[in-house]
Structures are given as C-alpha cells and as structure tokens.
C-alpha cells in the first residue's frame, strides 16, 4: 500500500508570493501537496519506522512562508516530505528520532566534526550516497510529515513509557533548546549561570529553553516576553519569574536607562547579563541587541533568515553572540533522557491533524491558535481530526 505523505515542492512563485504576503498568503495555495509515495525501503543497516506525531516547526513554517535564507538552499534538497520534530514506533516500541544525517548515514568517513562528536555540525551534510539535508528536508529520505520514514538504529532514542505522546514528540526542539542553553552557559563541565535572563519570544523554542534553564539548575531572575496570554501563563508555569508582553516593558524593570535616538526606537544601557533570542524576527534581534547588558551574552535560539540589522550594539556594547543550530546525538539523547521530569511542557502542544487537514493545521499554525500544531499519521486517509494524547 503506498504511503501518504505531505510534500513541499518548490516554486520560486509562491515563494517570493509567500515572502511578500507572509501571513497572507492563502494556505491552500503554499507548494505542499498531500501525495501517495512507494512504501520507504530501508537501506542495508537501516531500519523502517512508522510516524505517530509529527511537529509543525517554525523552520517549517519559514520555508513554506518565504522567510528562510535562499543562502542555505545547497544544504537541502526538494522535493522533499517535510517534518524533523518525530514520534515514531519500531517494533511496539515508541522512539524519538534524531533527523540528523552526518557522515553515518552518507556512507563517508567521519569529518572533524562528526569525529568528535559534534554531528550536527557535519561537514558532509550536502555530501556522499543521498541528497542533501536532514529528514525532513530532503528528496531521498521522507520526513515525518508522512505515514513512514526510514531511520539509522542509533538515530532512534527510545521513549520512557510514562511521558505521553504530546511531550515526547517536544524531544526534537527539547535538543535544541538543551543544546543552546550548553553552548551559552557550560564552561568545562560546569553552568555559570548569570544573574539574570531574558527570553524574547514565547514558542516552543523560548518556552522549553526556560523549562530546561530550571531543570539545569539556574536559580536567577528569569525574565520572558510572550504577546499572547496563553504563552505568558505558560511561560509562567515553565520557569518565568516575570512575564512581560514587550522587550521595552521588561527593560523597564530591569532597570535599565531608556534613550532616545535622532531616528528609530528608543536604545538602552544596562539590561540583563544574558539574552535568549528565540523569536527569529528582524524586530527580535534588534531588540536583543540592546536588552543585553554591556559585556553581555546574547543566545540566537530563533533561527532568522534574511533580515536587515543594525550591528551596532554588538560592538557599543561588546557583546558575545553564541549560534546554536541543531545538537549532537549526545545532545539529543540527553532531551529524551530528561523528557519524564519535564511534566507539564506537553501543554504547549494543540490538537493533533490528520494529513488530509493539512490546510487546517497550517492555518492554526501561522495564526498561533497552538504553540506547537502536530500531525499525526495514525489515522490518515480518514478525514477527522483527533486530539492530542493527554498528560499521563
């Protein structure tokens, strides 16, 4: 029986229609066809495995709707069945998959990166046996916006029996909040944490970044900006010390010193020792910029694509600006490991979506009437939609 599958195909059209319009753009009319594909063949060594909820990621979202850098188009490959955050089952057991394919997966020696562990960082990633890009992303190998994918056995991180579906299928950007958070604040083994942190931006990625702040042990001032009331309570139940519905309010009470510029909006001195930009929006970055503290850290957890900035609070203030990406595999077997403490963070999670009612779920998606929109493949091929699994 083939297997039903959403897949983007690009079109160069819609796409500048979609970076025009952004929000705009009609939902129906974005490059994703739903489509019966041949049932995936592993690959010797490989192994078959059957989606049960994909995530609807804001990098989803950014390719359908434009935003994404064309900078970065040699490192994917299309057409190509979307979904990287993946709950699936092998064999009656439920597994997290790590949509990474580095040097293992292409059939290639290990590069510097992978060799030491860093495989998120491959070197090879446009490179060896199949096409460019991480499931997902990628023409050879379906991703999980679909019935089935075919995975390596050591990219599959089995999840605890009591954490339910909707948290374990947050493993994916549990990673990269986890991942993010190591890259900012361990210093040879140890956290130093600062005093005081700020996180812009109340998705998925801020939300679960101040969930595993807490469970990493910062006892600091937490400071987050949500524009919605459902994410402030939830940022509030994730870690948030204080919740504010803009930058400007949270510099406020930082304190930090207001100053009007000759042209554009006001600019700060003092702020918070470190900053989480987690919205991924020109506005964002910008106020990052000025919310960190002289001598400050500011953590790029939003992933922006091409957006116009003003560099100068990066040297005014000296600033260290750290990138964080994807994870290692340790990384991400890490966020599957502290998945069962992390109670609650499955709130963030909205009803799940049949395939068919792709243009539902996407709509939810851009509209935010969830953090974070899934879909499941479970019951595909029939049109109801299902909700999500409840917290055990």
Known sequence: MPTRALQYH???????????????????????????????????????????????????????????????????????????????????????????????????????????????????????????????????????????IVARPERLHEVHPAVPDARAVLAEPLAVALRGVRRAFLREGRYQWPTSILVIGAGTIGLLTLRVLRELGFTGKAVAVARRASQADLARALGADEVFSSTEAAL????????????????????????????????????????????????????????????????????????????????????????PALVGVERMVGRAYVLEAWPKALRSAVKKRAVKVVFTALKSRVQVAVPAPQPA
């Open 10 to 148: 690009p079109s160069i059209p819609r796409f500048l229609g979609a970076r025009f319009l952004g929000k705009r753009f009609p939902v129906e009319a974005l490059p994703l066809r739903l489509v019966d594909l041949p049932d995936p063949e592993p690959p010797p060594g490989w192994v078959r495995v059957r989606v049960r909820l994909s995530g609807v990621c804001g990098s989803d979202l950014g390719l359908l709707l434009g935003k994404n850098s064309p900078r970065l188009s040699p490192f994917f490959s299309f057409p190509a069945v979307l979904g990287h955050e993946i709950l699936a089952e092998v064999g009656g057991t439920r597994v997290a998959v790590n949509p990474l394919l580095a040097c293992l997966e292409r059939g290639l020696p290990a590069c510097p990166a992978c060799e030491r562990g860093e495989d998120g960082l491959c070197r090879n990633v446009a490179e060896g046996e199949i096409a460019a890009g991480m499931l997902g992303y990628n023409r050879d190998l379906p991703g999980g916006w679909g019935e089935w």
């Open 252 to 339: 406020e009470r930082a304190p930090a010193r207001s100053y009007r510029p000759i042209l554009g909006r006001s600019v700060y001195r003092g702020g918070f020792e470190a900053v989480v930009e987690a919205a991924g929006t020109a506005r964002s970055l910008d106020e990052a910029a000025w919310a960190a503290v002289e001598g400050g850290l500011v953590l790029l957890l939003g992933a922006a694509g091409e957006v116009r900035h003003d560099f100068s609070p990066h040297w005014f203030s000296e600033l260290t600006w750290v990138g964080s990406y994807t994870y290692s595999d340790a990384d991400f077997a890490d966020a599957v490991a502290m998945l």
